[in-house]
């Protein structure tokens, strides 16, 4: 299966399951778009601690502070701010 094929799948499966929890969450919908990276066995370790403290981690800085430094260390960041 292609990865935008299982992203749109849980996309639409979780829209519709948070939908059915009540009319609060009528106009519940995610966000366009997806980013979707791989990570090398070696750093497996650094990316599982790394999750472990993300809340206390984005108290520091946030998400997309985060994500924006993380696409500029990796050469990524002016093909995302082009997509926009």
Do not use: C, P
Not at 36 to 60: G, N
């Amino acid at each position: 299966m292609a990865l935008s094929d299982y992203v749109r799948t849980i996309k639409a499966n979780s829209s519709k399951w948070m939908k059915s929890l009540g009319t609060e969450y009528a106009n519940f919908s995610w966000q366009e778009g997806y980013g979707a990276f791989s990570v090398s066995e070696s750093m497996k370790d650094a990316v599982i601690d790394y999750i472990k403290h993300q809340k206390e981690h984005h108290q520091r800085r946030s998400a997309n502070d985060e994500f924006a430094h993380f696409l500029e260390r990796n050469g990524l960041l002016s093909d995302f701010v082009s997509r926009k």
